[in-house]
């Protein structure tokens, strides 16, 4: 398993958005994404900290069903 990048908001969501995630909403520094393709990947949200913390990027990596790999594949 590889090491987490280090991510900002901004980058995670552009490379979420080219797996199909699309921007709903934003409150704050927290931006709300979903998945309108009936995959059923859960809404995700992210906030627009740089950088993201280790655990938390984690957690989103894992709720996206991605690997740390696809994900560095992504940025």
Known sequence: MSKLPVVSGRDLIKALSK???EVVRQ???HV???VHDGSGRKPLTV???DPIKPGL???IIKDANL???EL???L
Do not use: A, D, F, Q
């Open 32 to 34: 709300r994404l979903k």
């Open 27 to 29: 409150r704050s520094s």
């Open 19 to 21: 797996i199909g995630y």
């Open 47 to 49: 906030p627009l900290h």
């Open 67 to 69: 690997t740390v790999e």
């Open 72 to 74: 560095i594949r992504l």
């Open 57 to 59: 990027l984690g957690h």
